[in-house]
């Protein structure tokens, strides 16, 4: 069972920059897609970014692009999340995951369903 862990939330203002973590128990995992998603109160959760284990395949949402970052590193077992130049529009609960990759095949990233793992989440408020 894997754990994840996130901290890093909190109260901003337009155009501040934030970094969440997201720090996992397990340091076996092999083939795996980390996944940021967001949620707001009577909205489905979406996908903000994902990326293979290895690095080789990263995507954005278009809301997003060019202002997040994410990234891992895995000799800390803790993916990132750097967001910049935020706007009250990425107010919400943010949600790191993981989806274990069976017989080394990956699936859709951007389906929470597929995600095998989440963390608790950790409020994001941007105020205007």
């Known amino acids: 069972q894997v754990q994840l862990v996130e901290s890093g939330g909190g109260l901003m203002q337009t155009g501040d920059s934030l970094r969440l973590s997201c720090a996992a128990s397990?340091?076996?995992?092999?083939?795996?897609?980390m996944g940021w998603f967001r949620q707001t109160p009577g909205k489905a959760r979406e996908v903000v970014s994902a990326?293979?284990?290895?690095?080789?395949?990263?995507t954005y949402a278009k809301s997003i692009k060019g202002r997040f970052t994410i990234s891992g590193d895995n000799a800390k077992n803790t993916m990132y999340l750097q967001m910049n130049n935020l706007t009250p529009e990425d107010t919400a609960v943010y949600y790191c995951?993981?989806?274990?990759?069976?017989?080394?095949?990956?699936?859709?990233?951007?389906?929470?369903?597929?995600?095998?793992?989440w963390g608790q989440g950790t409020q994001v408020t941007v105020s205007s």
């Open positions: 397990e340091r076996t995992l092999t083939s795996y897609t």
């Open positions: 995951a993981v989806q274990v990759w069976r017989d080394g095949i990956s699936r859709p990233e951007a389906s929470p369903g597929e995600y095998d793992y």
């Open positions: 990326r293979t284990w290895s690095g080789s395949s990263t």
